[in-house]
C-alpha cells in the first residue's frame, strides 16, 4: 500500500479487529470481529484459546462441519443485522421475516448451521419457519417436500412376511411387539379350533406322540406354514397401502377372532386395542404350533382382516382432517359392533 | 302512528348490520393465507353459502364474494391436499349457491389457481438431497407443532418417527391440552406419549384436530386459536392455562347466523379418534 492509499483509508477501518474464519472446505474469509462474536461458539473459541485465536489466516477459527460458507455469509447477514444496539424490536421482526424466506433446503441447512454455532435466536427462527411448513400437511405431503423416504412401510411389511417368530437379538421392543401378536392370534385360532370340536384333541394327541418325527419334520411344516402365511398376508397387502394398518388391522384380526371367539363362549374381558399394542402380556413366544386348520374357516378370518383394514383406510388420520371420507363401520357379524360399544363405554 | 312502521323497518337492518358485523369478526378471510387454517376457512365459506345465501344481506354477500375469490387466489400456495378438496367443495357451493356473473368470476379464479397448482407440481420433479437435521433441531421444530400435524411427522419416516416420541413433545401438549382438568401423577420415566393419549381418548377430543376455532368468554368472541389460547393478549392473561372451547364448523356458521345445523361428521369421531392412535412408536 502506498502513502496515499493509505491516507484515504479511514480511521475507524483501522480501529475495526477482524477475526479469520475457516470453514470445512478449507476457505478462509476474514471478518469484524464484533459480528463474529455475536455466535457464542466462535466467542468460545476465542475465549478459550487466547486472543490469538482467529486473529491472522494461519490461526483461523476452524468452524463446526456443518457450517458451509454459503450458510455462513447468510448467518453473518443476520448477526450483522442484529448485532447493532440501537434497533427496535419491531425492526428486528421485520427483519427476520423477510430474512427466513427461502426454499426448504436452505432453511434445513441454516438451521443445521446455525445449531452447530449455538446461535440460539437464529435456530429458533429457522425451526419455527420449518414447522409452519410442516403444519398440516399429511406425511405423504411431508415426505414429498423434504424428499424423505418411506422406509416405515418397507421395514414393517417386511415384518408382515411371515407369522413366525423372528429372531430378536438386539431385543428390539418392534419385534418382541410383533412375535406377541403373532404368537396370540396362533393362539386365538387354535382356540377357536378347540371350541368347533374334539377332533383337534385327536390331533393334539397326534403331535404329542409323533413329537420327534414333528421335530425332524420341523423344515417341512414351517414350509407349509410360510407358504400359507405369506398367501394370506399377500391378500391383506393388496387392500393396503398404508404402513399402520399392518400393525393395526394384524391386531384387529385378533381382536376379531377374540371377539367372535367370544361370542360363542360367553363373556371375555376385552383388551382395548390400545392396551394390546402397549402392554401385552408375555405368550409363549417361542415355539410354534401348526396351524392346521381347515382353509374354511382361514377364508373367513382372511376375509374379516381385509373387510378391516379396508375400512381402517378409509377412516384413517391423514383423512380426518378436512377431507375426511364417511367411516362406514358396516356390520360385519355381531362381534364387530360389539367390540366398538365395548370400548366406546 | 308512525313509530310503529318505524319500528318494524328498524330490527330487520340491525340484523343485516348484526350479521356483516359478526362476519367481518370472524376474520375468515385472515386465515386464507394461513397454511393450516385454510381449509377451515374454505369450509366455513362453503357452509355460509350452501345455508342460505340468497337471504344473507347484500352487503355480507359482498364480503363473502371477495373471501371466496381471495381463497381460489390464495390456493396455489397452499401446497396441500386438504387445501384442494376444501377448495373444490368450495367452489361446488359458489356454483350452486351464487349468481350467474359472480358466479363465473369466481370458477374463472378457481381454474386459474387450478392451472398455477399444475404448475408448481410439475416445477418440484427435482431430486433434492437435504442435509439431514440432527436429531434435537428435529425436537426443536416438533416443539411448536401442533397435535395434528406432529401425529403427521411421526408417520413420515423412522427417524422422524423417533424424534416425534420425545417425552418432552408430549409432556408440553399435555400441559396445553389437560393440565386444567387433569391432576397427573408425574413419576420417574413416565411415558407422556402415552398419559397424553389417555387423555385425549378419555375426552374424546378429537375436535382439537378438527377444529382452527373457539370461543373466548373473555372478549367474547369467535377467533382463530392460537395454540387453543385466544390472540388477544389480555384474554390471554385473564384465562391463564384454561384453553378456550373449540368450536366445529358447522357451531361457527350457526353462531354467524343463528341457525341450528347439525354436522353430519359426528358420528365418526369416535373411529378417527382410534385411528390416530393406531399407529406404534417405533423406539
Redesign the interface.
Known sequence: MSEADMAIIKPEMMMKSYIWLETTDGSIQQVEQEIAMYCPMICHEVLQKGLGAGSSKNCAISLPQRVNPAMLSLILDYCRFHQVPGRSNKERKVHDEKFIRMDTKRLCELASAADSLQLKPLVDLSSRALARIIEGKTPEEIREIFHLPDDLTEFIFYQEEKLEPLKNLMDDPRIRLLNRLYAKKRKELKEREKLKGKEVEERVDERSVDDLLSFINGKDHKVVKTSKSKKKNKKRKEHKNKVSHNLHSKQQGVQIVDETASSVGGVSNLPSMEDDIFSLKTDSEDGYVDDGMDPVLKEMLDREVEDFARRLNSSWVLSSGQERQPVHFSINGNGATRRLTAIDD | MKPGIDDQSKPQTMIQEKYTKRYQNLKVAEALSN???Y??AC?ELSSIIDLGYSQLPKDLKAFIFRDCLSAFRLLPEM????AV??ANLLVKSVESAFPKQKKNLAIVEFKQAKVALKRRTKS?DE?????S??Q??FV???S???L??L???S????S??QATSEGSLWRSLFDLHFSHKVLIHIYPGIDWR?AF??EY?LYKS?KM??SGRGYCSYCDSVVWHDNLRCPKKQCRLKSGKKPLDLMLTHEVVNYLLGTTSSS??S??E???V???????T??
Open positions: 397454511n393450516h387454517l381449509p377451515f369450509n401446497n396441500t391436499s386438504a378438496s376444501a418440484h431430486h433434492i438431497d437435504l442435509p437435521l440432527p434435537d433441531i426443536h421444530i416438533f411448536f407443532l401442533d395434528y400435524s401425529l403427521s411427522s408417520q413420515v419416516s423412522r422422524w418417527n402415552e393419549k389417555n381418548i378429537s384436530l378438527r353430519d361428521e358420528d365418526s369416535d373411529e378417527a382410534r385411528g390416530l392412535w393406531a399407529y406404534p417405533l423406539q
